[in-house]
């Protein structure tokens, strides 16, 4: 687990990054659209849609089964897991609300002149099309990336990868700007972070009597 100072730099950095990516969001958005890669070689795009798998709800349940099977702490971790994603996904659900952004593919959008706008509350609560901000896929993925990350360090860089490539798989799906997948994976990675520090949950996946 990172100490106070590496978690405060880590969100200064994403912060910084979420800028970056607002100011280029729709030149960003149209290159991830049009890159051919994606188009022809089935095998990427196999691999993306893969990643987005298992950071859905389906995705992140069968993980934590798997990790509850095979290893020693079994439930202790897969329960810990299934609570940093619940956790970031109910702060989601209050950010996306409270932005009401329009997706990409929202009916009012034409393609090749995307527009990112935020409507706020009065349309995120009432509509789906308008909840684009942050990408809740994205975000479900790197809270399991970074749960797991702790639990099996050597592996972190497979974990990050699947979740890195489930935001680019909702940006050419047409569902999300670069700065909403940002955002998710900002807030995703926090969030876990922020329950992997909570004492008795700490204690409780870190047990070194095991199960």
Not at 22 to 46: I, K
Request: charged share 15%.
């Amino acid at each position: 687990m990172p100490d106070r100072r590496t978690v405060l730099i880590r969100a200064a950095v994403g912060l910084v990054l979420l800028a970056v990516a607002f100011a280029v969001d729709r030149q960003a958005f149209q290159f991830f659209r049009t890159v051919t890669l994606y188009d022809h070689w089935g095998e990427m795009r196999e691999g993306l849609t893969a990643a987005k798998f298992l950071a859905s709800g389906l995705g992140t349940l069968l993980v934590g089964l798997i990790v509850a099977h095979l290893d020693p702490k079994g439930w202790r971790r897969a329960g810990t897991l299934w609570l940093a994603v619940l956790v970031a996904a109910s702060l989601n659900s209050g950010v996306k609300v409270l932005a009401g952004r329009e997706r990409p593919s929202y009916r009012e959008q034409v393609p090749g002149h995307e527009r990112t706008v935020f409507r706020g509350p009065s349309m995120g609560l009432h509509h789906a099309s308008c909840q684009s901000f942050p990408s809740g896929h994205t975000l479900s993925g790197f809270a399991s990336a970074t749960v797991l990350a702790a639990f099996y360090p050597p592996a972190a860089p497979v974990f990050y990868a699947a979740a890195v490539g489930t935001g680019i798989n909702r940006v050419v799906k047409h569902q999300h700007f670069l700065s909403d997948v940002v955002a998710g994976a900002l807030l995703g990675h926090l969030a876990a972070l922020w329950v992997l520090g909570w004492r008795r949950v700490r204690s409780w996946w870190e047990d070194p009597r095991g199960p």
